[in-house]
């Protein structure tokens, strides 16, 4: 035990103690006054004026002679929406930082195309707040399609991101998905933002295909804001059928049922620079038929600990993923975990358990802009379990460093780059991750690349030329995808990296957001086989071009693999 006091103590001087000594700027908003006792005074918020349009309106140019009939499938988001994401109120202070967050959380909510918060000056001590919104299309029917790596997916969406203007969710596909036979796959899901006008949200989903059914059920208190003191969330999963492992001349399957309840606290203090305070806990009850699939901490139960900092500041941006208008993060994330976790019968093991995290990104100017992200974890098992011997062992050590960079060149023209390792020692369960065109190897065969670990890199140079075909945006790519798929034990200087590069335009949707926003097509050369591996279709970036800072909830590293 002291030495897991020792390794977390290092731990918690290294990712927070140096996010302390920074401070973020003074945002910029509404002008100060600097009293005779030397405390700055925000003016006073004299009224609020809410001005939210339609998807299509008449004072802009997207509007057409069936704009009408198309709002008419729309209903305006209700006002009461964006009143409860103000952090500011009539008769309180035009702090500026807390109406630009404002303004960040509305666009976060996903259902505005649109949002500007003004603030009039209407005397020498007070203000007047204007907000704009203007409205998302929120209905998506859609026909599914995707290919790539020899797989084809076909089937359609409906998708409602705005029911009634009251910020629910609902989504319900059917899918056809040749790879492994999978055949026919269901799903339907319906969230709430905030349930009742709560802070609490909540998601229900439920997805079924012939080998695999998962259910999801979840409530949610999030860190929503920097005035945000507490956080919490409880969920529960059910997920039965069979999972895949891929060999190199068959594919197997492992039949199980997996239930587990996971509940967490965090508590917030300080107010730009935060620290928290969290604490969760998770119970897993896991049958596997097949010994040989039993994953890291199945049936088990944990109680973990973490200390951590968050450091934010933000910048508008457009065209580094899309043509929307982006939040770039300038910032600092650490965490210290700690915790035990004990066995619950069934193969479960008992250990003690010590991770962390470190993020940083930097803009090292107005076009270069940097983030790192570094996540170790390993649980300590004592070593006189049956054997009478003395101290301690590692066991299920993670190592997972992510880069992410872009590279502005000019207005339109985008270097972007990604690195990612997933690395693990002491691994006595099973394990498996794949390197094919979704998790970031284009032109290779889907599920034909596995190993205990995994590294991938991707530069792609983007192109946003500004071409708008009314409501349609376009951008080109050229890209370089590398990686490499491992087991313990292999040096990875040993390994066999594989290559490919290609070109890609992009379709963007000027009126959606999120990942339905784009639709992707790239033709990738295979660069192992010499050949051109056909047309890989899907929808969103490959990945973004900058990291976010935010709030994690404690949890075991490394855990998640590639089963289906």
């Known amino acids: 035990m002291t030495r897991i006091v020792r390794v977390a103590a290092g731990l918690l001087a290294l990712v927070i103690l140096p996010n302390l000594c920074h401070s973020l700027p003074q945002q910029a908003g509404a002008t100060i006054e600097n009293t005779d006792d030397g405390e700055f005074e925000w003016p006073v918020i004299r009224a609020i004026y809410f001005d939210q349009r339609d998807i ?19 209903t305006l988001t209700k006002e009461y929406i964006i009143e409860d994401e103000l952090l500011f109120f009539e008769g ?12 960040r959380n509305l666009r976060r909510t996903g259902l505005f195309s649109v949002v500007n918060i003004t603030v009039t000056p209407v005397g020498t001590d007070s203000v007047d707040v204007h907000v704009f919104a203007q409205d998302r299309w929120s209905l998506r029917p859609a026909l599914l399609f995707g290919t790539g790596g020899g797989i084809t997916n076909l089937g359609a969406k409906l998708e409602e991101i705005n029911l009634m203007g ?7 596909y059917g899918l056809y998905r040749t790879e492994n036979n999978i055949g026919w796959e269901g799903m339907g899901q319906i969230s709430q933002l905030r349930l009742f006008r709560s802070e609490i949200g909540f998601t229900a989903a439920l997805r079924a295909n012939q080998y695999r059914t998962d259910q999801f059920l979840g409530f949610t208190k999030p860190f929503r804001t920097i005035q945000t003191k507490l956080g919490y969330g409880i969920s529960g999963a059910n997920a039965f059928g069979k999972d895949f492992a891929y ?20 508590q917030s203090y300080g107010v730009r620079d935060r620290l928290f305070v969290s604490g969760s806990t998770k119970v897993s009850n896991v049958q596997r038929t097949v010994p040989a699939s039993r994953q890291a901490f199945d049936n088990t139960g944990q109680i973990l600990i973490s200390f951590s900092s968050l450091r934010q500041a933000f910048t508008q941006t457009v065209f580094l993923d899309g043509y929307e208008t982006e939040d770039l993060q300038e910032g600092a994330w650490g965490t210290v975990v700690i915790g035990r976790i004990f066995s619950l019968g069934n193969g479960g093991e008992t250990m ?11 803009s090292v100017n107005n076009n270069i802009h940097l983030f790192g992200q570094v996540n170790g974890a390993s649980g300590f098992g004592s070593a006189s379990e049956g054997t009478g011997t003395q101290g301690s062992r590692p066991r299920y050590t993670y190592l997972e460093i992510n880069g992410l960079g872009h590279w502005r060149l000019s207005n339109h023209l985008v270097i972007a780059s990604r690195l990612r390792t997933q690395t693990a020692w002491n691994w006595t369960a099973y394990r498996q991750l794949v390197l094919d065109f979704e998790s970031g190897l284009r032109g290779y065969a889907a599920n034909s690349i596995t190993g205990d670990n995994r590294i991938v890199g991707n530069v792609e140079f983007r192109w946003f030329p500004a071409w708008r075909l009314w409501i349609v945006g376009v951008s080109g790519v050229a890209f370089y995808d590398v990686g490499s798929a491992w087991n313990q034990g292999v040096e990875l200087s040993k390994t066999r ?12 949707n000027l009126k ?17 086989e010499k050949r051109f591996a056909g047309l890989i279709f899907s929808t969103n970036q490959l990945f973004s071009a900058f990291g976010r800072h935010s709030y994690k909830v404690p ?10």
């Open 497 to 508: 990296y594989h290559h490919s590069i290609g070109l890609g335009f992009r379709i963007h």
């Open 555 to 564: 949890d075991v590293y490394g855990s998640r693999l590639d089963v289906q």
């Open 92 to 103: 309180g202070d035009a702090d500026s930082f807390l109406i630009a967050e404002t303004e």
């Open 247 to 266: 060999r190199p001349d068959t594919t197997l399957l492992l039949p199980f049922h997996d239930r587990s309840l996971f509940a967490w606290i965090g």
């Open 352 to 362: 003690w358990y010590v991770g962390g995290t470190a993020e940083q990104s930097v």
């Open 166 to 172: 009251t910020a629910t969710q609902v989504m319900v």
């Open 512 to 528: 959606a957001s999120g990942p339905d926003a784009i639709y992707r097509f790239d033709f990738a050369f295979n660069l192992d």
């Open 56 to 74: 299509f309106d008449r004072n802009q140019d997207d509007w057409f002679f069936a704009a009408p009939l198309a709002n008419s499938f729309h």
